[in-house]
């Protein structure tokens, strides 16, 4: 079974730009999460999608980010227009039940010029 | 609001015991999770506690008492691929990690 897949691995862009991560959960997963890590701090939450409806978009740091889930399948993070802050490592991550396991990606590390 | 505190860094030695410790103060609790992550990889998975008391698994044993908001993981006979940074991450009404502990296994 395939894990959470997440494009790109890595991407490189500057300031003012514009970036879309893409997280590809598990098959089945009703649960969708994305979390960020920026260097030398812990991963922090973004937000929450059960199937395509925000949970929780709590984490989310402004409105330069932009998540969407059409059709409750594969997920896309925007970010834009995309600040020096903004370097980090986003994670996306998976679960059937809304309490339980998180399945992670092996995440998009972003570097923003 | 939410705290989960964790060593930054841990060294041990190849064969030895280590145990990592973890405090959190959050707004509601349905249950601790550890995993396991390497670097340039996606964490994963190691254990689940939702009530008090030592789970074990393997070589890894994790134990949690809710009343001092205290969990730790043990790892027995260490192994140089345990070279990882552990993270602590508490289920309240999201999952909110520590900043994770570095450990370093040396020969």
């Known amino acids: 079974e395939a894990g959470v897949t997440q494009f790109p691995s890595h991407s490189v862009i500057e300031k003012g730009q514009t970036v879309t991560l893409r997280c590809d959960p598990i098959?089945?997963?009703?649960?969708l999460y994305w979390y960020r890590r920026v260097m030398g701090k812990e991963i922090k939450f973004l937000l929450h999608?059960?199937?395509?409806?925000?949970?929780?978009e709590s984490g989310m740091p402004n409105n330069r980010f932009l998540a969407e889930r059409t059709g409750g399948t594969y997920s896309t993070l925007k970010v834009q227009p995309a600040e020096l802050e903004d370097s980090g490592v986003y994670f996306c991550?998976?679960?059937?039940?809304?309490?339980?396991?998180?399945?992670f990606g092996e995440g998009s590390r972003l570097t923003v010029l | 609001g939410q705290n989960i505190d964790q060593p930054t860094e841990m060294t041990a030695t190849e064969g030895a015991i280590v145990q990592i410790n973890c405090t959190y103060q959050t707004s509601g609790f349905n249950g601790l999770f550890w995993y396991q992550q390497h670097a340039g990889e996606a964490p994963t998975f190691l254990s689940y506690n939702v009530l008090d008391g030592l789970e074990e698994k393997g070589r890894f044993s994790s134990f949690l008492s809710r009343s001092k908001g205290y969990s730790y993981l043990l790892l027995k006979e260490l192994q140089m691929k345990d070279s990882a940074s552990y993270l602590c991450?508490?289920?309240?009404?999201?999952?909110?990690f520590g900043t994770g502990t570095r450990l370093q296994v040396f020969p």
């Open positions: 098959s089945g997963h009703d649960n």
């Open positions: 999608f059960v199937k395509e409806s925000k949970q929780d």
């Open positions: 991550a998976s679960s059937a039940a809304r309490v339980g396991e998180l399945f």
């Open positions: 991450a508490v289920s309240a009404d999201k999952l909110i």
